[in-house]
């Protein structure tokens, strides 16, 4: 008798119920339907073709993925399930390759993940024609010219595709709006598709977008908060890379440089201890990718600002995977642009297409840094979503064949404009916008700087223009004497610069490369608001103060059963959860999540059954970890420092 689907997620993977639209996927890909499936990152996506795996003898569920190190970890993941998975790539020994080919050839295998290079060389059909019964395509946002990552190998794979003409295909992304939505679909041709569109919304995650004022110190401000714990920072150039990493080390924090400029070992060897939580911090530059999978990173500090809405969405979205609570800082300067802009543009001409889809990218990541508006809501409506999310919107057009833009949404419920969601700086009261004729009078301050500097200087000095600085250059041009001069003296440079970053933005100012120096320059949407035809919003930014360490954020609160968790049992429960992951070479989250830890800190199981009923203990799980973290909870001799033997995942 064939278990309920339920009884499978159960079993294998702990849960009791789905997350949204994991079911419907599951039911498409069993029913051999083809499907669209955008959930945010922690959604589950993987489980949408891990489960179809499951279900014994229905054939080879095909996975194409574009990381090999988010490859190997998520095979270590579902065979810790109790799937027998494998994976094809260029890291691959002989002898790891010859004994994947054989469980291939005897139908052994139940999941292969593949990169797209890999399943192109075409040498892996003999093994896997007539078999493939589920093709999914991971990070499918790759073929999209639209999309943010644009990667040739991905808009071929209906060649291969083609070729398993009875299987069902499965595309699965954490981002996409409407317009990368439908590219996919047309560049991977699912056939008449289910459209799973979850809600873009991270509600876990606390995002602050600041002006940047001093780069180091403000990473170095929340990295300090989360000691101990996993974070990410992003920089623009190796330079930033090295020079952050460094000053990190200098106070004392564990972390190490990620950029294309290192050698393949070292770039491997700190993702590898990241991963594996024997470092905490990895800066890395925005341009390189990562595969990083873990589950428990606490923060996430842009300090640079990423290249898009659909970057910042991916990037930041590495942030609580858990689902516990994490945040996520974007550092803006206006100069990030510009540099984004002319690294695009340095050793190849953009079709037009491209240039034109850039720009926008670049205008849209800007307005997000700096307008003065719940940055929740601005990161779901640009992806097509309503905020506060309107479960009836979801509900009636994710199973239409018109995508969500499409649909009526005349007859959805009008969000409260007014709600904040008390998780951005904006809502937090960390940025304020400023009252229409302020923000209007403040503008027409800095363009009229502006405007009497004539585009002949840059940035600095219409910032001294405006603080009403004195310098030989200054008095040499005569524009200490300028009504504008010391104009905005009170309000401080970080403001001043602030108010400039957000005009440029908005179009009132540019940034022109004229010989050696950029320079500052009025616009004609600039001359136009000063002549009273426009408006303008500009913020306030109000830094919180610094409280000093914040030690094991995912523990603030209550756990899911509501009861507090231990936070010293969950130190050591941590610590143990790295001794067995080291012996068994796979991350510690491969073994339990966090939020399985904090369940065990707060219940103190003292039975199997007792862990039988906490969120993600499958069965093989239970018998595999289950009776040794009982013996860590009661704290009997050795356990804590004796690992009991476990698979190595790294062999079959």
């Known amino acids: 008798m064939q278990l309920k689907l339920e009884e499978i997620l159960k079993k294998q993977w702990g849960f009791d119920t789905f997350k949204p639209l994991q079911k419907e996927a599951v039911e498409a890909a069993l029913a051999g339907r083809d499907s669209l499936v955008v959930l945010p990152t922690g959604g589950g996506k993987s489980l949408c073709y891990q489960l179809p795996a499951a279900m014994g003898n229905k054939g080879l569920v095909l996975v194409v993925s574009p990381l090999i190190a988010l490859m190997d970890d998520q095979v270590a993941a579902a065979r810790e399930a109790g799937l027998m998975a494998d994976a094809m790539h260029s890291n691959l020994a002989a002898s790891q390759r010859g004994d994947t080919h054989w469980r291939l050839s005897e139908g052994i295998t139940e999941l292969l993940y593949v990169s797209p290079e890999r399943l192109l060389a075409g040498d892996l059909l003999q093994y896997i024609s007539g078999r493939v019964v589920l093709a999914a395509v991971d990070e499918a946002h790759c073929v999209s010219h639209w999309g943010h990552e644009f990667r040739p190998e991905y808009r071929r794979l209906t060649e291969v595709l083609d070729q398993f003409p009875k299987a069902a295909r499965m595309a699965l992304t954490a981002t996409a709006t409407p317009e990368v939505q439908k ?15 979850g809600h873009p919304d991270r509600s876990n995650l606390v995002y602050r977008a ?25 920089a623009q150039t190796r330079k930033d890379v090295e020079r952050i990493a460094e000053g990190l080390k200098k106070e004392g924090i ?20 990241f991963v594996n939580e024997r470092l905490d911090v990895i800066v890395a530059t925005i341009a390189f990718g990562m595969g990083i999978d873990r589950s428990n990173v606490r923060y996430i500090a842009h300090a640079n600002t990423p290249r898009s809405v659909e970057h910042y969405q991916q990037e930041s979205g590495r942030a609580g995977r858990d689902g516990l609570p994490a945040e996520c800082l974007l550092l803006f300067a206006a100069s990030d642009l510009a540099l984004h802009r002319y690294l695009a543009k ?16 670049l205008r849209e990541i800007g307005r997000y840094a700096v307008s003065p508006v719940c940055r929740h809501r601005l990161l779901t409506e640009h992806f097509g979503a309503l905020y506060p999310p309107v479960e009836t919107a979801v509900e009636e057009c994710v199973f239409e064949e018109a995508f969500c833009k499409d649909a009526d949404v005349d007859s959805y419920p009008e969000p409260d404009q007014t709600e904040g969601c008390g998780a951005c700086d904006v809502c937090l009261g960390e940025t304020k916008g400023l009252p229409d004729d302020e923000a209007l009078l403040t503008a027409k301050k800095v363009l009229s700087a502006a405007w ?6 840059g940035t600095g000095y219409v910032v001294n223009l405006l603080l009403g600085r004195v310098n030989d250059r200054m008095t040499d041009n005569g524009h200490d004497k300028l009504q504008v001069f010391g104009l905005l003296k009170d309000s401080g440079e970080a403001a001043v610069r602030s108010w400039i970053d957000q005009l440029i933005v908005q179009d009132f100012l540019e940034v022109t490369e004229e010989g050696e120096y950029p320079l500052l320059r009025i616009t004609e949407a600039g001359r136009g608001l000063c002549n ?22 995912a523990l603030k609160g209550k756990s899911a059963c509501g009861l507090p968790a231990d936070e010293e049992l969950f130190e050591r429960l941590r610590a143990f959860r790295r001794a067995l992951a080291d012996k ?3 991350p510690p989250y491969v073994v339990f999540h966090d939020s399985v830890l904090i369940e065990m800190a707060s219940l103190k199981p003292k039975t199997l059954d007792d862990l039988r009923g906490i969120k993600g203990m499958g069965e093989k799980k239970l018998e595999r970890y289950g009776q040794r973290f009982l013996d860590a909870i009661a704290g009997r001799p050795g356990e804590m420092v004796k690992p009991p033997d476990v698979p190595d995942h790294t062999k079959i």
């Open 532 to 553: 009273g035809r426009g408006a303008v919003r500009l913020g306030m930014p109000v830094p919180p103060k610094v409280k000093g360490k914040k030690k094991s954020k």
């Open 210 to 234: 600041l002006p940047r004022r001093d780069q180091l110190a403000q990473v170095l401000e929340i990295a300090c908060r989360y000691a101990g714990q996993g974070g990410i920072v992003y």
């Open 584 to 586: 068994a070479g796979i």
């Open 254 to 273: 564990s972390c190490a440089p990620y950029h294309a400029g290192l050698s393949a070992g070292d770039r491997l060897r700190a993702q590898d201890d």
């Open 183 to 197: 590219d996919i679909c047309a560049q991977l041709g699912l056939r008449s598709p289910l459209r799973l569109i």
């Open 346 to 361: 340095k050793d190849v001409n953009l079709p037009p297409e491209r240039e034109r889809a850039l720009e926008r990218q």
């Open 452 to 457: 009497r500097a004539e585009g002949r200087y």
